[in-house]
């Protein structure tokens, strides 16, 4: 008789040095089943897919595969049995071609003749079937957004013979024409039989294509359950261990003065033409498509990349400027969207990381840094945002995820900023942190703060901002007044659809 279970993992413990990060932690897949894993920041969800895809050792515990009992001690013995992993943070090279990482296997393979036409052709293949022909096989992956390169990623893993797929927050980096695009994906791997273990933050998506929900806590297993067993109130008590009724706090700023002024700005195809203002106190959402050129246009303005024409207000003041050093130092904050490249440098420590952008606010006046206060106002802000973490002193690549994300918005809660762009301030962080992030927007715009926020979450945009702009194709396309936003006008807007016409 076929075994029940493709993957069972029972009575994991891991532990990182003094941290239990796993304990007695156990996980059941059928095959063509979809599994979530959930839980907050910390819970231990990518530590426990590391280990069944062999990137980490585990302390305790063992793993039956199709019934029979693996030691998975390595990445490679992993992939031999048909585990394939996506993880939160990609795994690519960024200089190597599309085509060159989807199958890096083979070419790291010596003795093997390579045939480049065949291999552009068997990429361009993939990408087609997955229905993402738009993606150039032979461009490099660097070149690429932060959601086409976790495109490449799936597609290199399925390029496998994969039987169990693990997907470690696949959609935070994506949006909804692209989520659409991944769900019929996984759909048409469900029907093959393939074992789908999917986590995410995002509730919505799991109620949608889960049909098993595990819930971690703490590094302990608290739930299995069927998605039908459950709604999303219940699930979110399981995972917090709260009522979550609350999820955008009310917020009393008075909006003032404009803060900063872009008119007419221009850099290729991705900027053209934008026009926006917002002012002391108003929290400004920028909504659209990924690739729609809004990352690209705060870089702009931030002073990482070089206009071609147009003005940048600030302040009152006409401002150019040619580093984001110089942006920060008027009071200029920029959160990025690719964490793991610019927002935080990973083999720092949470400290430094923390008040790296703020460091007049600890310096005495000698020009010596109090190590006292640098150390109470790191404390403060990630205590205020519930963030997870051993000692400040340890490297930030010690963190989840979310955690990290935290530690990169923390930065720009402690330094005295005018006006902050935001890029996806809530990406891979959970429900009860995501309230935290909210009730720290609010605070700043009390306090006079100007904030543009980019994000691919509807719910947000529509739940936190005074306005919101659309962008699509380098172009502002439309604006809407926190009284006219919904769901229906932005997806219309982003997808070139005109809101007019019914
Ligand atoms: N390489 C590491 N060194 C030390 N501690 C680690 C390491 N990786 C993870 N941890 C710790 O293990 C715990 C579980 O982390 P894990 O990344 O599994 O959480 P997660 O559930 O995936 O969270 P998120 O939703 O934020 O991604 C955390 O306390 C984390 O700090
Ligand atoms: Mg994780």
Same mark, same amino acid.
């Given at each position: 008789?076929?075994?029940?279970?493709?993957?069972?993992?029972?009575?994991?413990?891991?532990?990182?040095?003094?941290?239990?990060?796993?304990?007695?932690?156990?996980?059941?897949?059928?095959?063509?089943?979809?599994?979530?894993?959930?839980?907050?920041?910390?819970?231990?969800?990518?530590?426990?897919?590391?280990?069944?895809?062999?990137?980490?050792?585990?302390?305790?515990?063992?793993?039956?595969?199709?019934?029979?009992?693996?030691?998975?001690?390595?990445?490679?013995?992993?992939?031999?049995?048909?585990?394939?992993?996506?993880?939160?943070?990609?795994?690519?090279?960024?200089?190597?071609?599309?085509?060159?990482?989807?199958?890096?296997?083979?070419?790291?393979?010596?003795?093997?003749?390579?045939?480049?036409?065949?291999?552009?052709?068997?990429?361009?293949?993939?990408?087609?079937?997955?229905?993402?022909?738009?993606?150039?096989?032979?461009?490099?992956?660097?070149?690429?957004?932060?959601?086409?390169?976790?495109?490449?990623?799936?597609?290199?893993?399925?390029?496998?013979?994969?039987?169990?797929?693990?997907?470690?927050?696949?959609?935070?980096?994506?949006?909804?024409?692209?989520?659409?695009?991944?769900?019929?994906?996984?759909?048409?791997?469900?029907?093959?039989?393939?074992?789908?273990?999917?986590?995410?933050?995002?509730?919505?998506?799991?109620?949608?294509?889960?049909?098993?929900?595990?819930?971690?806590?703490?590094?302990?297993?608290?739930?299995?359950?069927?998605?039908?067993?459950?709604?999303?109130?219940?699930?979110?008590?399981?995972?917090?261990?709260?009522?979550?009724?609350?999820?955008?706090?009310?917020?009393?700023?008075?909006?003032?003065?404009?803060?900063?002024?872009?008119?007419?700005?221009?850099?290729?195809?991705?900027?053209?033409?934008?026009?926006?203002?917002?002012?002391?106190?108003?929290?400004?959402?920028?909504?659209?498509?990924?690739?729609?050129?809004?990352?690209?246009?705060?870089?702009?303005?931030?002073?990482?990349?070089?206009?071609?024409?147009?003005?940048?207000?600030?302040?009152?003041?006409?401002?150019?400027?040619?580093?984001?050093?110089?942006?920060?130092?008027?009071?200029?904050?920029?959160?990025?969207?690719?964490? *793991?490249?610019?927002?935080? $440098?990973? @083999? !720092?420590?949470?400290? %430094?990381?923390?008040?790296? #952008?703020?460091?007049?606010? =600890? &310096?005495?006046?000698?020009?010596?840094?109090?190590?006292?206060?640098?150390?109470?106002?790191?404390?403060?802000?990630?205590?205020?945002?519930?963030?997870?973490?051993?000692?400040?002193?340890?490297?930030?690549?010690?963190?989840?995820?979310?955690?990290?994300?935290?530690?990169?918005?923390?930065?720009?809660?402690?330094?005295?900023?005018?006006?902050?762009?935001?890029?996806?301030?809530?990406?891979?962080?959970?429900?009860?942190?995501?309230?935290?992030?909210? *009730?720290?927007?609010?605070? $700043?715009? @009390? !306090?006079?703060?100007? %904030?543009?926020?980019?994000? #691919?979450?509807?719910?947000? =945009? &529509?739940?936190?901002?005074?306005?919101?702009?659309?962008?699509?194709?380098?172009?502002?396309?439309?604006?809407?007044?926190?009284?006219?936003?919904?769901?229906?006008?932005?997806?219309?807007?982003?997808?070139?659809?005109?809101?007019?016409?019914?």
């Amino acid at each position: 008789m076929a075994n029940e279970y493709r993957v069972e993992m029972k009575n994991i413990v891991k532990r990182f040095g003094g941290v239990l990060a796993l304990n007695d932690v156990s996980l059941r897949v059928r095959p063509g089943e979809v599994h979530a894993l959930v839980g907050e920041n910390g819970a231990g969800k990518s530590t426990l897919m590391k280990i069944l895809s062999g990137a980490f050792p585990r302390d305790e515990g063992t793993i039956f595969i199709d019934g029979k009992e693996e030691k998975i001690s390595s990445p490679r013995e992993a992939k031999d049995l048909g585990v394939a992993t996506i993880y939160q943070e990609f795994m690519l090279a960024p200089h190597l071609t599309v085509a060159e990482n989807i199958f890096i296997d083979r070419l790291s393979d010596k003795n093997r003749f390579i045939n480049w036409k065949d291999l552009n052709r068997k990429a361009e293949e993939i990408l087609k079937q997955l229905g993402f022909e738009e993606i150039n096989a032979r461009a490099t992956v660097e070149s690429l957004s932060v959601a086409y390169q976790q495109v490449v990623e799936i597609c290199k893993n399925l390029t496998r013979n994969a039987r169990i797929l693990v997907l470690d927050e696949p959609t935070a980096v994506l949006t909804f024409s692209e989520i659409e695009k991944l769900f019929l994906l996984i759909e048409k791997l469900k029907k093959d039989g393939v074992s789908i273990i999917y986590i995410s933050h995002r509730l919505e998506e799991i109620f949608q294509i889960c049909d098993r929900i595990t819930v971690l806590k703490d590094g302990t297993f608290v739930k299995e359950v069927g998605t039908e067993e459950m709604d999303k109130n219940q699930l979110v008590n399981l995972m917090v261990g709260r009522d979550m009724s609350t999820l955008f706090p009310p917020r009393e700023a008075k909006i003032g003065e404009t803060v900063l002024e872009v008119k007419n700005l221009n850099r290729g195809k991705q900027v053209q033409n934008v026009s926006f203002a917002v002012r002391a106190g108003e929290v400004l959402g920028i909504s659209g498509l990924v690739g729609a050129g809004r990352t690209e246009t705060m870089r702009l303005i931030f002073g990482a990349d070089r206009k071609e024409s147009g003005e940048i207000v600030f302040m009152g003041e006409s401002v150019n400027f040619k580093s984001p050093k110089q942006a920060v130092r008027r009071g200029l904050g920029l959160l990025p969207e690719d964490r *793991k490249q610019q927002g935080v $440098l990973l @083999e !720092q420590s949470i400290r %430094i990381n923390t008040t790296l #952008s703020s460091l007049k606010k =600890i &310096i005495r006046l000698l020009g010596v840094i109090s190590e006292k206060k640098d150390k109470e106002l790191t404390k403060d802000v990630l205590e205020q945002l519930a963030t997870k973490y051993n000692s400040m002193e340890d490297h930030t690549s010690s963190l989840s995820g979310g955690n990290q994300q935290k530690v990169a918005l923390a930065k720009w809660l402690v330094a005295d900023c005018k006006c902050i762009i935001l890029d996806e301030p809530t990406r891979g962080v959970d429900v009860g942190a995501k309230v935290e992030i909210y *009730k720290n927007i609010n605070d $700043l715009a @009390e !306090q006079g703060v100007a %904030i543009v926020m980019i994000s #691919s979450e509807m719910t947000e =945009i &529509i739940g936190m901002c005074d306005r919101a702009l659309i962008m699509r194709q380098g172009k502002i396309v439309g604006e809407l007044d926190k009284s006219e936003l919904g769901e229906d006008k932005l997806i219309r807007y982003s997808m070139g659809v005109n809101v007019h016409e019914e």
